[in-house]
């Protein structure tokens, strides 16, 4: 029985530490310049919207086509979440009250996001690219 409970505690320690490694390999992934994939396609916007997310802030802004001035238009907090089948990005403190809450994230690899927030019933879903 001594060594049941002793293989028990070790297994959860492994599983935490495997968790929590999990969660910062998923971090430094997300921590980049992601670029909006926009769905309709208008040819009458020439700018770019961008989500960089930094530390423990997401900025989400602006850049014309082939320019570089930055119009932010948001900021959040952010912090992630990741399991074995499951990551999770909670954004709070936006001032555009739709991106608060926790985002699911579909995709995440050296080129593609793609999250899925469901609110209020309601659903927002973003592609990004690397930018």
Do not use: H
Not at 15 to 21: E, P, R, V
Not at 23 to 28: A, E, F, L, S, V
């Amino acid at each position: 029985m001594k060594y049941f409970n002793s293989f028990v505690v070790i297994t959860f320690i492994i599983a935490g530490i495997t968790l929590s490694s999990c969660t910062k390999m998923k971090k430094d992934k997300l921590d980049e310049t992601w670029r909006l994939v926009r769905v309709d396609q208008d040819s009458t916007i020439s700018w770019f919207e961008l989500w960089q997310f930094e530390g423990e802030m997401v900025y989400m802004t602006t850049r014309p086509s082939g320019g570089t001035t930055i119009d932010t238009l948001y900021s959040a907090e952010y912090t992630v979440k990741s399991g074995v089948s499951k990551t999770t990005v909670t954004m709070q403190q936006c001032a555009n009250a739709a991106y608060n809450g926790d985002w699911d994230v579909l995709t995440l690899d050296k080129d593609m996001l793609v999250i899925l927030n469901r609110t209020d019933g309601e659903f927002i879903y973003r592609e990004f690219i690397k930018e």
